[in-house]
């Protein structure tokens, strides 16, 4: 039973691949004669190398050539590369143009209807297409577009073997008669931005740039000086010439007018485009004008098959490209004078000049996983590990103002001997050595005030660029050359976590020793007024808002005048020594009036320092010594 189920299923498909191969191929291969054979071309239209386009229906004859890597090139009415879209429609329409009906156009048959080519308009053809799949022309075959059918929806082509009228859409004269303009390319370079690789400017009356892109992507200036360009201004260059196109293709203008004052070359992989731009063409300011110019141009290029020297015309400038391209050799040029520095790669900063002691600040590295620290050394031989500490905020704004230290102005590239004398560079105000580690060579900018003392210029002492910059006066004043300028600000932190507390607070008054606070802190239960509990924070992580003198002394100069201390501070320490003992310290600070509202110094032996407070201790500080005499609000009860 089950063998004759199994021959059944076979003869059913032996019987279904018959009818599929037989009927179905069959009906498949009769469409695909049908389609084929609607088409008017077919396959003489595919891998077209030349399309000409002629005839009394379009302005001026047309001729466009497929070039080998450079796409197609529009040949007639002017040289230039063929705008890719229009030719791919024009290719699509030859390849896929289908008749709705086609008769024969041997003479014979068209007598038998009294009839001619005449009568189609194909005697004297408005159109003719000539195309080829060889560049040279050999080969080449030609389709002639005559008048329209009646209703004006259709025309009457004739066949490229002359054997066939066929009836075709209308479409195809949309396609054909188009204006040179549409079909060459508005793009101006065809090497793209990411591919620039090198720029050259050239503007009238001055030294030409060149600069180029290094290993590392960044633009360099390699004339008329060997400098940094900024990345971010040169690639605005680039993509603003990338992006420009032609405006038009006019009567050939005044010889004088291609006259080149810009000359911009763009290299890129193994091919060079030149623009140059003329004189201004002549045209009636706008209302509204935004400060673009339109110039008569030429182009250079080496890409195959084309002139070395385009046809005149006409482009559009951005007034923001002009003034980059105009003023290339300030527009371009790195500013910042570290922008390649890395800051932390500084090891160590020197500071000299102005007739004061050189200082170093210098970072000693920490064991693993812990930050490194800063020192401020002065004075040769002192090691750096028994110096006071530098305030690590002060070393990263320091080093932050250098990152930002930009360059006002170029002054000169080739300074002389009398330049540097009358810039201040034999005496430097300010020579700020960075020390960058093991083989890297330091980094020397020398600062000097010129005659009138009111513009800072600046040069590096190494290296191998000459150029003089004019800076901010700011940086003078940033790398100070006064070490308590950079001592750290954390004068004193006790231990958290209950191993240290302050136990007792005291003021007094030194004129007349009244007590101005005792405020007993060991009791947790006792009262504490306000102001004591805004200043324990402070105490406990003392810091100074900027330091006076590393050196304590039984006056304090306030406005301009020596003067004895006015309080003193006394702070009760409890400090855990072992399981269940204590061991107590008193820390004196001594303080001065206060002025101004914002002004009162601190100074202890304990700490061999004066200092500057913080608002956020001098403000608790005067509740505390201005309460005993404060009257209070008006309308307070006596």
Do not use: C
Request: aromatic share 6%; proline share 7%; glycine share 6%.
């Amino acid at each position: 039973m089950r063998t004759k189920v199994t021959l059944f299923l076979v003869f059913l498909n032996v019987a279904l691949f018959f009818y599929i191969f037989k009927f179905e191929r069959h009906w498949q291969t009769e469409r695909e004669l049908v389609e084929k054979g609607s088409l008017v071309l077919g396959a003489t239209a595919a891998n077209l190398q030349l399309i000409q386009i002629s005839g009394p229906a379009v302005p001026t004859p047309v001729d466009l050539r497929r070039q080998a890597a450079d796409g197609w090139l529009l040949t007639k009415p002017i040289v230039w590369p063929a705008n890719p879209f229009a030719v791919n429609s024009l290719l699509t329409a030859l390849e896929r143009l289908e008749h709705e009906t086609s008769f024969s156009a041997e003479e014979s048959e068209l007598a038998k209807n009294r009839v001619t080519l005449a009568t189609y308009g194909l005697a004297e053809p408005r159109l003719t297409v000539t195309f080829s799949a060889n560049e040279s022309g050999a080969g080449a075959l030609s389709l002639q577009v005559g008048a329209a059918t009646p209703d004006g929806k259709r025309l009457y082509v004739l066949s490229p073997d002359r054997k066939w009228i066929h009836v075709v859409s209308n479409r195809l004269a949309e396609v054909l008669i188009k204006p040179a303009d549409q079909l060459r390319s508005d793009a101006l370079f065809s090497i793209g931005a990411t591919e620039v690789k090198g720029l050259n400017i050239r503007a009238a009356a001055t030294q030409p740039n060149r600069i180029e892109r290094d290993a590392a992507n960044r633009w360099q200036f390699l004339s008329p000086v060997r400098a940094r360009a900024n990345d971010q201004a040169t690639l605005r260059a680039v993509t603003g010439l990338a992006n420009l196109r032609v405006k038009s293709f006019p009567p050939p203008p005044p010889a004088d007018a291609l006259t080149a004052n810009l000359r911009v070359t763009l290299q890129g992989n193994n091919r060079t485009e030149i623009l140059n731009v003329g004189a201004p063409v002549a045209r009636a300011a706008a209302p509204e004008s935004t400060g673009d110019t339109e110039y008569y141009a030429t182009l250079e290029t080496t890409r195959n098959n084309q002139p070395a020297t385009s046809a005149p015309f006409t482009v559009v400038l951005p007034a923001t490209l002009e003034n980059l391209l105009q003023k290339s050799t300030q527009e371009l040029r790195e500013r910042r004078l570290f922008a390649d520095l890395d800051a932390r790669a500084v090891t160590a900063i020197g500071l000299s000049g102005g007739g004061a002691e050189a200082l170093t600040l210098q970072r000693l590295e920490a064991g693993p996983g812990a930050l490194p620290s800063w020192h401020v050394v002065q004075g040769a031989g002192a090691a750096a590990a028994n110096t006071p500490s530098a305030d690590p905020a002060v070393i990263d704004r320091l080093l932050a103002r250098l990152l930002e230290l930009v360059a006002v102005d170029f002054v000169t590239e080739a300074p002389s001997g009398a330049d540097l004398e009358n810039w201040g560079f034999n005496r430097p105000e300010r020579v700020i050595t960075l020390n960058l580690g093991t083989g890297q060579p330091p980094r020397r900018l020398e600062l000097g005030y010129a005659r009138d003392r009111q513009k800072v210029r600046a040069h590096f002492a190494s290296g191998d660029s000459p150029t003089i910059f004019e800076v901010r006066p700011e940086i003078v004043d940033d790398a100070s050359l006064r070490p308590l300028d950079y001592r750290n600000r954390l004068i004193r932190e006790l231990p958290s976590g209950g191993a240290a507390r302050l136990t007792r607070l005291r003021l007094t008054q030194e004129s007349n020793q009244a007590v101005l606070l005792n405020q007993n802190l060991a009791d947790p239960a006792g009262p504490v007024p306000a102001a004591v509990t805004e200043l324990l924070p402070q105490l406990q992580s003392l810091r100074a808002e900027s330091f006076v003198a590393d050196a304590f002394g039984p006056t304090v100069r306030v406005d301009n005048a020596d003067r004895p201390w006015a309080y003193k501070l006394e702070m009760d320490i409890a400090l855990v020594a072992g399981v269940g003992a204590t061991q107590t310290t008193t820390t004196t600070l001594m303080l001065s009036e206060r002025t101004g509202g914002t002004v009162q110094f601190a100074g202890a032996e304990e700490f061999r320092a004066i200092w500057r407070l913080p608002q956020a201790l001098i403000d608790p500080l005067w509740r505390i010594i201005s309460a005993p005499t404060d009257p209070g609000a008006p309308g307070r009860g006596r």
